[in-house]
């Protein structure tokens, strides 16, 4: 049983550092090359975070275990609102939430992510193939809120670019054969997070199988393990906006916790529904 926990670690471990160090920097990279705002930064890096889970409930669903998944996303949903607030508190940013409401609805949203799933379980609900299209349509639904609360709070922060900032976009603007070098870069990460990914869904049904461990610990586990690529760009884009503007590096933030929280519960949790009914 040691040899698999340190195989799930280990695996877990190997899919955090990649989504960390290499994936989530070039897909930075290629935004700033693309000259996105900063809430579309935020989307896409919480795309970006978000593939560890979406790899880890794929496999636990594709090996017979749907409910690790559902626990794997509340957790990690859960997590990912600490670790946001905690970014927040260390760069002393609070007051920028508390004077805007486009922020304090989009963090709203976050936590309704996580009481979705908490009134399934009470509900005791099973996780069924009809639940998919109520998925999709709540995440349309959420999505199309989020647009309009950017709209009508939050618009003018997307015109806002300082000296520093605009010099190192045109300098990477510049390279146009960046952006292609990039999004090979990101397409060779996801094949190797594939694979990875497949070693995990092993470990996992192991485990469950052979030592009779509970899903909702193996789900737990994961999704502590899932959230530390959050961690690390909820820190990074208050770091990265620096002082300059500081407010950019907020909704940046929000935006990477609210597209993670809303890609895990809807999409996520719809693949892996749909890979548990299609393979079991």
Do not use: W
């Amino acid at each position: 049983m040691i040899l698999l926990v340190l195989k799930l670690f280990i695996y877990t471990f190997l899919i955090v550092v990649i989504c960390k160090y290499v994936l989530v920097k070039y897909i930075r990279k290629l935004a700033e090359v693309l000259n996105l705002s900063s809430k579309t930064i935020g989307n896409i890096s919480g795309f970006a975070t978000s593939i560890p889970e979406l790899l880890t409930v794929s496999f636990s669903a594709f090996t017979g275990f749907i409910n690790t998944g559902l626990y794997n996303i509340l957790s990690s949903n859960i997590i990912n609102l600490g670790l946001y607030s905690t970014s927040i508190i260390a760069n002393k940013n609070i007051k920028i939430i508390l004077k805007n409401m486009g922020l304090k609805i989009e963090i709203l949203l976050s936590i309704i992510t996580i009481i979705i799933p908490i009134v399934l379980m009470l509900l005791k609900i099973n996780i069924e193939i009809q639940l998919v299209p109520i998925l999709i349509l709540l995440f349309i639904l959420f999505y199309y809120i989020d647009i309009n609360v950017h709209k009508l709070y939050l618009k003018k922060e997307d015109n806002i670019v300082y000296d520093e900032i605009e010099k190192e976009k045109k300098y990477i603007k510049g390279k146009n054969t960046k952006g292609t070098v990039y999004l090979l870069i990101i397409i060779a990460i996801m094949i190797i997070l594939f694979f990875i990914g497949n070693k995990l869904s092993y470990v996992i049904e192991e485990l469950c199988i052979k030592f009779n461990l509970p899903e909702i610990l193996l789900g737990i586990i994961l999704g502590f393990s899932t959230s530390i690529p959050e961690l690390i760009t909820f820190f990074e884009a208050q770091k990265f906006h620096g002082e300059n503007d500081r407010k950019l590096g907020v909704i940046e933030a929000t935006n990477n916790l609210l597209s993670s929280n809303l890609l895990c519960l809807f999409i996520i949790q719809s693949i892996g529904i749909l890979i548990y009914y299609a393979f079991n």
